[in-house]
């Protein structure tokens, strides 16, 4: 076995890298190709043995309930089981109550650290002060709290009594928060006096209070006083303390988990698609709670001392499969981190690792390349020696960023480029520990998962190539279907039949290793984030001065994709003067921050007075972006002139 250093010869254009002695003897997977054939040889078998190291109240009949007319996947049907009871009760009854569960560092520094009995305590407190309210199994909750250990409160606390919750992530607008309870129909909205980001005050409160209005659902605002442990509550408007509300229920004892089975939801995570309105991607809890427990044991090879620190917002479905669920699944310290990556200074995160000597690392390629700019000295600053194992998500890693990050953490660590999607719930092409890896590659499928590239009739692509990335059989994690709309969740398997498509393309090499590529429907990631160009141009058009809109993406050296928007003008809206233009540029941006949130908001804004379009009236955004970027234009037999 070659060492950390030692790229293997003759691998297509890129170095191999082999993990290191220590990785390699203690991986939870040794062998991923027997252990992989395996697993597809009899996927029952394998994730039937999984789900057994996870505690039920009654016993599944069998492992998949698989409907092909309905594409529906029922995981473990016949058994109930509770997320929060396999993630709290089943440690602490086992004498790890003083283990520590979260660490939470706080934006301007503050630190607090939970151990699980704690963690249960709160939980269950929570628990009793929502049974107080009146609220039952299934209702919706939905939640827009800071990263805090009260936003995991409050999802653990969900799962426990069985309601379903919608975490929407705190930059959000209003106008976001509000569609996306309209849609969720929430009984109880859980918030916060205010946020903080890079030392500044983000007046949450004051968002979810207006987003509130005119949703009769919702009959109370649970608030954390994040800022002012005496901040005065509304009271007359069905507003309480969270705090108070958890110091009422001091002295109720345990409260019992909801038995839940194969068709009960967890969860309803909104993410954007190829229209203007995001999708209420549903989960269950059996099934999301083995593929979550699974894919975070063994991709992180988790051990019981590790401190695993996860930058991701449980907001976006990296937070919620691994911060919240897979980690705590696993007894892991779990460490929390408000705030942006290089606040007070760009050694934030660096200096984390160090404090606390954090084993395992799962970061973003944005935030790579973020470090990259500002150097190497950030990290060289600080004793890393903790670190034993690195992560990456969101969208592809270029291979520079890879070797940057292996480089300045000591050069021999395991990077685990994990793919996957909110729909998939779990990690699906990764890396594990011991395979060798290739810079910029996701590697292979995870054991159980079975992925191919297939053109748009569903035949494979000879390997090389490039084409779409689809999967072939169910997986525990998967989404159960878009809220509301079953019509939306059936698109993802008719428009290949018989397959998941994702959305994504991708190729795979001679040595079975895939290569991302990235989107080829309408949905651009910026900085890891997920936007859909319909919901872009949508809020662009409910400007004033703006007629029609199109949005495309561009490479960007930082964040992977920028956005561009083609702006027609209203008559009479269009500026006589540079100032004018300018100031318009900056009031549609404001616009659109407005609309959806800052992570929205276009780069570049030009304005035109044409858009290509089919002769059906559809903006071709692919022709927008070959000419931007001076690429082929391939085929515009339908483009309208
Ligand atoms: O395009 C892929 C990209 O992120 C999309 C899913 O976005 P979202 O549902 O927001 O989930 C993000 C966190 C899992 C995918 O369709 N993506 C995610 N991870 C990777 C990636 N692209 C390349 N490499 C990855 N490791």
Redesign the pocket.
Known sequence: MSTSHEPTPGMEKHPLFHPPEETLRNAHVQDYVKVYQESIDDPAGFWGRIATELEWFTPWTSVLDWDPQTYTGRWFPGGTTNISHNALDRHVAKGYGNKVALIWSGDSGEERVITYSQLLDSVERLCHGLHSLGLEKGDRVSIFLPPTPEQVISMLACARMGLIHSVVFSGFSEAALKSRMEDAQPKLLITADAGFRRGKEIPLLQTARAARTGILSIRNTLVVRRKDPRFPVDASSGEKAFDELLEKNRKKGSFPPAPMGADDPLFILY?SGTTGKPKGIVHVQPGYMVGTYLTTRWVFDIRDSDVYFCVADPG???GHSYIVYGPLLNRTTVLMAEGAPDWPDPGRWWKLIEKYRVTVFYSTPTAVRLQMRHGEKWPSGHDLSSLRLLG??????NPEAWMWFRNVTGGRLPIM???????TGMHM?TPLPATPLVPGS?TKPFPGVEVDIVDKNGNPVPDGESGLVVIKKPWPAMFRTVFKDPDRYRQYWTEIPGMYF???SARRDSSGFYH?I??IDD?I?VA???LGTAEVESALVSHPAVAEAAVIGKPDSLKGESLKAFVILRQGKKPETEEELSSLRKDIRHHVREELGAIAQPDEIEITDWLPKTRSGKIMRRVLRARELGLPEGDTSTLED
């Open positions: 993410t976006w479905i990296t990456s998500v969101g969208e592809p890693i480029d994990t793919w996957w999607q909110t729909e092409i996701a994702s959305g994504d991302l990235g989107r949905v990631k890891g984030h997920r």
